[in-house]
């Protein structure tokens, strides 16, 4: 599942941020956008 590596790897990276958990929900809502988008262009 690339997604779940892309969300680890944005899990990893957000937790050494200072504002990690800002970021991680950021992070996680783009995540879904792109996830979303990804699966209605391959319908």
Excluded: P
């Excluded at 950021?26 to 979303?36: E, P, Q, S, V, W």
């Amino acid at each position: 599942m690339l997604v779940l590596a892309i969300l680890f790897y944005i899990y990893q990276y957000s937790v050494e941020s200072k504002s990690g958990f800002t970021n991680f929900k950021t992070y996680i809502l783009k995540a879904i956008l792109f996830n979303d988008i990804d699966a209605k262009l391959n319908k």
